[in-house]
């Protein structure tokens, strides 16, 4: 089955409809680095990534991953081997954080948009995170936490967003 984002408020998946946020810009189908937009296309998803200090472990069928305190999520221009990957450590690249004070990435999920060989400043660190508000992001996807954890049990390793 694939997750459907019809619009900017709308997640589907099976007989579930989510509210959901989406950029602030809406959507691209020409996706750059900061422009604040959720790209369009069909993606896989990554692993489940959560803080194991604040959240227990979600049950999904998906690879589950404690985020550590200097894990980061390269958007650094300048890096060719580094950018839309996961880093540990103390890093000089632009980055995004992912161990954050807010309760945002308490869970996240990457989408695996300009994943294989990326292109420079075609976009990264797409997530599927937790809202509170459904204000709208800088390009990720934003679920509500109870949402979200529905969604986690509902996931097969082969699932896909198609995002239009």
Not at 23 to 49: A, C, H, Q, V, W
Request: with cysteine; net charge positive.
């Amino acid at each position: 089955m694939t997750i459907i984002i019809k619009n900017k408020d709308t997640l589907e998946y099976n007989d579930f409809i989510f509210k959901c946020c989406v950029g602030k810009r809406g959507f691209s189908k020409n996706k750059i680095e900061g422009d604040k937009k959720t790209p369009t296309g069909t993606f896989s998803l990554s692993n489940i990534y959560y803080r194991s200090d604040k959240k227990i472990k979600p049950y999904t069928k998906l690879k589950s991953i404690k985020i550590k305190k200097k894990m980061v999520w390269c958007n650094d221009l300048k890096s060719i081997k580094k950018y839309n990957k996961l880093m540990i450590g103390n890093t000089k690249l632009k980055h995004e954080k992912l161990f954050r004070k807010d309760y945002k990435y308490d869970y996240l999920i990457p989408l695996k948009y300009n994943w294989t060989n990326p292109i420079i400043g075609k976009g990264s660190a797409i997530f599927i995170h937790l809202t509170k508000n459904y204000k709208p992001t800088a390009g990720c996807i934003g679920l509500a936490e109870k949402d979200f954890l529905i969604l986690l049990k509902l996931l097969k390793k082969n699932t896909k967003i198609k995002i239009l």
